[in-house]
C-alpha cells in the first residue's frame, strides 16, 4: 500500500508540475518557429529575437519596466527595512495594529489600489496645478511612487522575521561595547537580518516587473510598461516577438532563483560548519 501511494502521489506531482509548465514550455518552441502562426510549428529560427531587439516599442516598455522595477525596488528596500526595525521595537499591540493596517495592500484586489491611486495623483494635480497654474499629468513619477508604495509592505513582511529570529540582547550589548546606533545597527543587526531584505528586494523587483493593474491606471498615456505593451499588442494580433520576449525573461527568472538557492545552500552549510567547529571546541575544552 506505501508502494502505491508513493507512485500515486509522484504522478500527481508530476501532472501538477505539467499543467503548471506545459504553457511555458509550449511558448518556448513557438518562440522559435519559422510561421507566425500559434499551433503550426513550420521550423526553427532565430528570426523573432532578432526582430524582438529591432523593435524599439518593445525595448523602450522593458527599459521602463527595469528602471521603474530597480528604482522602486531599492527605495521600498531600505524603507521597508527600517520601518520593519522600527516596528520590531513597539510594544506588540502597537506592532500588531500596524501590521494589520500594513496587509491590507498585500490582500487588497490591485484594481482598488490602482483606481485609488489614479483617483488620488489625479485630484492633487489638479488642484496643485490650478493653484500654481501648471500642467502636472500622470506620468514616470507617479508611476514610480505606485510601485514603492505597493512594494514596501512585501520588504516589510520579508524582514520582520528574520529580526525575531534576532537575539534581542545583541543590540544592547554592542552599545554597551561602545559602539554607536549606526555602528550596531549596520554591524550587527544589519548582516543578521540580510537574508531578508535580500528576499524583500528580490519579491519588490519581481512584483514590480510583473505588475500591469496599478501601472495601467496611474502609468497615464505617455509611459508603457512592458506588461501594458504586451496588453495593447494583444488587442491586434500577438507577435511571436512577445514568445521571445518571454522566453528571455522566464530564463532571467530561472537562472535567479538558481543563484540564489545555491548561495542560500552554500550559506546553510557554511552555518553548519561554524556550529559543529563551536560544539566540537566547548567539547575539546571540557
Known amino acids: 500500500m506505501k508502494k502505491q501511494n508513493r507512485v500515486f502521489t509522484r504522478i500527481f506531482e508530476a501532472l501538477i508540475f505539467l499543467f ?32 524582438l531587439f529591432q523593435n524599439e516599442s518593445i525595448l523602450n516598455a522593458l527599459w521602463v519596466t527595469l528602471l521603474v522595477s530597480a528604482i522602486a525596488a531599492v527605495v521600498a528596500t531600505v524603507a521597508g527595512t527600517f520601518t520593519a526595525v522600527g516596528l520590531y521595537s513597539m510594544r506588540r499591540r502597537t506592532r500588531d495594529a500596524i501590521l494589520a493596517v500594513n496587509n491590507i495592500p498585500v490582500i487588497n484586489a490591485d484594481i482598488i489600489t490602482g483606481v485609488s491611486m489614479s483617483l488620488l ?21 507617479t508611476l514610480l511612487i505606485a510601485h514603492i508604495t ?3 509592505p512585501y520588504v516589510i513582511l520579508s524582514v520582520l522575521p528574520k529580526l525575531r529570529q534576532l537575539d534581542k540582547n545583541l543590540f544592547e550589548a554592542a552599545q554597551d561595547l561602545g559602539a554607536t546606533w549606526i555602528q550596531s545597527f549596520f554591524k ?48 491586434k494580433r500577438i507577435s511571436p516577438e512577445i514568445n521571445a520576449l518571454s522566453t528571455l525573461l522566464f530564463i532571467t527568472v530561472l537562472v535567479l532563483l538558481i543563484i540564489i538557492n545555491v548561495r542560500q545552500a552554500r550559506q546553510e ?18
Open 150 to 152: 505597493f512594494n514596501i
Open 188 to 235: 550587527v543587526i544589519l548582516p543578521e537580518i540580510r537574508p531578508g531584505i535580500v528576499s524583500g528586494l528580490i519579491m519588490a523587483f519581481t512584483l514590480s516587473i510583473d505588475d500591469f493593474v496599478i501601472s495601467y491606471f496611474t502609468a497615464g498615456s505617455r509611459v508603457q510598461t512592458l506588461s501594458m505593451e504586451i496588453y495593447a499588442m494583444t488587442k
Open 121 to 141: 495623483f489625479v485630484s492633487f494635480f489638479a488642484i496643485l496645478n490650478r493653484i500654481l497654474g501648471l500642467e502636472i499629468e500622470l506620468g514616470f513619477g
Open 269 to 286: 552549510k557554511a552555518a553548519e560548519k561554524k556550529m559543529r567547529a563551536l560544539s566540537s571546541d566547548s567539547g575539546s575544552a571540557n
Open 20 to 51: 503548471l509548465y506545459a504553457p511555458i514550455f509550449i511558448l518556448i518552441i513557438f518562440s522559435f518557429n519559422e510561421n507566425r502562426s500559434r499551433t503550426v510549428y513550420e521550423g526553427f529560427t532565430f528570426d523573432w529575437y532578432i526582430k
